[in-house]
């Protein structure tokens, strides 16, 4: 039989004096209450009940480990009642994951955060690299790429493309790009974690997709990097349009083929766990949701 059910079978008995008393308050019959009890003296070796026709008392043996059961449920509830109210409103240390260039959209949504849930602490990182969520104890990450073989959970919360960029200074030394062959035989700046490597990807106006294998003289985890050479007119740049927006409309940046949309991502939540999520995770990933929604038309102007 279940100990903790045993455990508190016996303390109810010694409580109400008797089997048929404990047996009303647990909504038990009188013999399920009489087996948990055998069952707790077999497992201890010893009596821990003294019974006669007209009551039951206990041993001397028994009053003390009433004593310490009844301690011991009481930290139980306590415990439960500890969980319920965490799990209820949140609080404790929530870690979090993201990229530089997420920031800007990000930093708002953790200064509302902060400010509607003030019994959470937060630690933010930020990197370009691929962590591991549960190994370096991360509750959740928000990301523009998914790993391909990733078992996390994951949670969309906006499309966006890619904007094929350069610095008019580059220009002025090579031929603006026409069709999507014309990339092979620019200097492409690369991102190390672009999900086909090489092979960038352009839907064509008919819809027809165009991969064509680039190369360049930099290949790099830092999208920072990345934009500040391709304003330094060092190449071409297969950007986030929310990273680039600014530039553009500064003209330190020009769009390339417009008429060929890089296909389709879209910023991600990953987490370890579907079930059982905390109530701080929770209220985090849909107070992001929420607000990177507001954000679609910046981060894919080409959708209506």
């Known amino acids: 039989m279940d100990r903790l059910t045993s455990l508190t079978v016996f303390t109810r008995v010694v409580e109400a004096g008797g089997f048929s008393a404990a047996a009303r308050r647990l909504n038990m019959s009188v013999t399920m209450v009489s087996s948990h009890v055998q069952a707790l003296e077999q497992h201890l070796g010893a009596r821990l009940l003294n019974r006669t026709t ?48 997420l920031l800007r959209f990000l930093s708002p949504v953790v200064d509302e955060f902060l400010t509607l849930y003030p019994a959470v602490a937060l630690d933010l990182t930020v990197g370009d690299r691929m962590v591991d969520l549960i190994e370096e104890g991360f509750d959740l990450a928000i990301r523009t790429i998914v790993p391909a073989d990733s078992s996390l959970i994951v949670r969309r919360l906006t ?63 830092s999208a920072e990097t990345l934009r500040y050479l391709a304003v330094k007119g060092r190449g071409l740049f297969l950007a986030p349009t929310f990273m680039i927006a600014d530039d553009i409309a500064a003209g330190t940046l020009v769009r390339l083929m417009p008429q060929y949309r890089p296909q389709e991502f879209a910023i991600n939540a990953l987490y370890p766990h579907r079930h059982n999520l905390s109530t701080k995770v929770r209220s985090f990933l849909d107070l992001v949701a929420e607000r990177f929604a507001e954000h679609r038309r910046w981060m894919n102007p080409d959708e209506g």
């Open 159 to 221: 499309p966006w493309r890619h904007v094929l960029a350069c610095a008019p200074s580059y220009l002025k030394t090579h031929p603006a790009p026409q069709v999507p062959a014309d990339l092979a035989h620019h200097n492409c700046l690369r991102y190390t974690f672009y999900p086909f490597g090489d092979e960038w990807r352009l839907e064509g106006p008919d819809g027809t997709l165009n991969a064509v294998k680039v190369s360049g003289n930099l290949v790099t985890n």
């Open 54 to 101: 007209r009551k039951v008392s206990p041993t001397e043996i028994g009053h003390a480990y009433y004593e310490r059961a009844s301690q011991i449920l009481a930290e139980l509830d306590d415990a439960d009642r500890l969980v319920g109210a965490l799990h209820a409103t949140p609080r404790g240390l929530l870690r979090v994951y993201t990229s530089m260039h």
